[in-house]
């Protein structure tokens, strides 16, 4: 697509529930990032990908957090027994390519607004 | 630990002034990138500009500017004759230049910045 693509744009929840967001990149775009923004704070790295596979995860808060790219396109975050911190906006981005130099630039999404009551 | 500092919360203006956003970096590495995102209400960061460590010279592009000074680790972001549409919240980021982490960026938290008519 021309753009990425986050679905659902809004998500309410109940407190313990279980939600899915997905993240559809730019095509051709092999790398994948997760953030996360709470309100009046700047987005925080969660989950990045390369092709299929997670290279760094260690920005996942804990193990209710879990993301796969199983096809190295179209990518899903999952948050089990959700909890009332959870409520933020989570971001996906993409980019061509990560060879390591942390020079590629991210093409972010429009976000997915999370809210658990 | 990578680190991003903006100390301006909120700056208002009054159209065609000039104001300058600051960013302060802390960064162990010799090697690494600088990023300014715009963040308007529709939530989607939308890449402005990106500086690599080595190369220190400012940069303009129309009405926006950037000044990179490494000796006192600032980036700062002006903004010419400001206009009602630059009314966002401008992030500054820092990539690091590791294989596992692709182009992870750390962000501030984030310049509200509002222009008035």
């Known amino acids: 697509g021309a753009g990425v693509s986050q679905t659902p744009s809004n998500k309410v929840t109940e407190k313990g529930k279980y939600v899915e967001l997905r993240c559809d990149p730019i095509?051709?775009?092999?790398?994948l990032y997760w953030y996360r923004q709470s309100l009046g704070q700047g987005p925080e790295f969660l989950i990045y990908f390369q092709g299929t596979g997670a290279a760094d995860d260690s920005g996942l808060p804990n193990d209710r957090f879990f993301a796969v790219r199983p096809e190295g396109s179209v990518s899903t975050l999952k948050i089990q027994r959700t909890e009332r911190g959870d409520s933020a906006v989570y971001l996906c981005a993409s980019s061509l390519r990560s060879g390591g130099t942390g020079a590629n630039v991210l093409t972010f999404g429009a976000g997915s607004r999370l809210t658990v009551l | 630990a990578q680190k991003v500092t903006q100390a301006q919360t909120e700056i208002s203006v009054v159209e065609k002034e000039d104001v300058t956003l600051d960013c302060v970096y802390e960064?162990?590495?010799?090697?690494?990138?600088l990023f300014w995102y715009k963040q308007p209400p529709s939530g989607e960061l939308v890449f402005l500009i990106r500086?690599?460590?080595?190369?220190?010279q400012n940069e303009i592009s129309g009405r926006y500017s950037w000044n990179f000074q490494k000796s006192t680790s600032s980036f700062n972001f002006t903004i010419t004759a400001s206009q009602v549409v630059d009314s966002a919240v401008y992030f500054c980021a820092l990539s690091e230049a590791k294989e596992t982490s692709g182009s992870r960026l750390t962000f501030g938290e984030g310049t509200q910045l509002t222009v008035n008519p």
């Open positions: 095509s051709g775009h092999t790398a």
């Open positions: 500086r690599n460590s080595f190369d220190e």
């Open positions: 960064t162990r590495d010799t090697t690494y990138y």
